[in-house]
T-cell receptor
Framework: GAVVSQHPSWVICKSGTSVKIECRSL??????MFWYRQFPKQSLMLMATSNEGSKATYEQGVEKDKFLINHASLTLSTLTVTSAHPEDSSFYIC???????????????FGSGTRLTVV | GDSVTQMEGPVTLSEEAFLTINCTYTATGYPSLFWYVQYPGEGLQLLLKATKADDKGSNKGFEATYRKETTSFHLEKGSVQVSDSAVYFCALNDYKLSFGAGTTVTVRA
């Protein structure tokens, strides 16, 4: 079936540094990648949507200069949290969407998430 | 805009009990509907889906029927196990996914 590999699964960084999170679709081409943020015991909040080769579309209230999204290929998207601060600590999840396949590979597949802790 | 309203938890059950998690939606079109499950510390896994009215999605003993007349997609399982303890999210798809708040289910042995 469809697999999205998200890396790292957890990261601790110092305040003021930048962290990059990668999402790779392993057996399909993702036409669109979604990035979500999840606070403890809360639902997923969509941060941005990116299409391969295009600039990401950010949801209202999400700082595009802070959360840099790159979707360089149909199998790779990255989220970089720049100048991270403790309030950026959260669980980040990517989701790859494809309409280039049928059957089990069609639709949304989620990464396993990245737990970011900024100290 | 499109939205999902999901039964709030937490829900605590004994093994072999019947589970129902209510989900209703508001949408302008005819979205696809999903149930996702999230185990502690993990991402989301698709549990089941339905793409049109009266479709029934089923997987691992869970079922949900797309009811257009009541704009609902309630999740049910007849006999839960401890391994079903997780957070369950109802979602609809209108190009991008909109999630409900999530319902935490704990099944006790």
């Amino acid at each position: 079936g469809a697999v999205v590999s998200q890396h790292p699964s957890w990261v601790i960084c110092k305040s003021g540094t930048s962290v990059k999170i990668e999402c790779r679709s392993l057996d399909f081409q993702a036409t669109t990648m979604f990035w979500y943020r999840q606070f403890p015991k809360q639902s997923l909040m969509l941060m941005a949507t990116s299409n391969e080769g295009s600039k990401a579309t950010y949801e209202q209230g999400v700082e595009k200069d802070k959360f840099l999204i790159n979707h360089a290929s149909l199998t790779l998207s990255t989220l970089t949290v720049t100048s991270a601060h403790p309030e950026d600590s959260s669980f980040y999840i990517c989701s790859a969407y494809t309409d280039l396949a049928t059957g089990p590979l069609y639709g949304y597949t989620f990464g396993s998430g990245t737990r970011l802790t900024v100290v | 805009g499109d939205s999902v309203t999901q039964m709030e938890g937490p829900v605590t059950l004994s093994e072999e009990a019947f589970l129902t998690i209510n989900c209703t939606y508001t949408a302008t079109g005819y979205p696809s509907l999903f149930w996702y499950v999230q185990y502690p510390g993990e991402g989301l896994q698709l549990l089941l889906k339905a793409t049109k009215a009266d479709d029934k999605g089923s997987n691992k003993g869970f079922e949900a029927t797309y009811r257009k007349e009541t704009t609902s997609f309630h999740l049910e399982k007849g006999s839960v196990q401890v391994s079903d303890s997780a957070v369950y999210f109802c979602a609809l798809n209108d190009y991008k996914l909109s999630f409900g708040a999530g319902t935490t289910v704990t099944v006790r042995a």
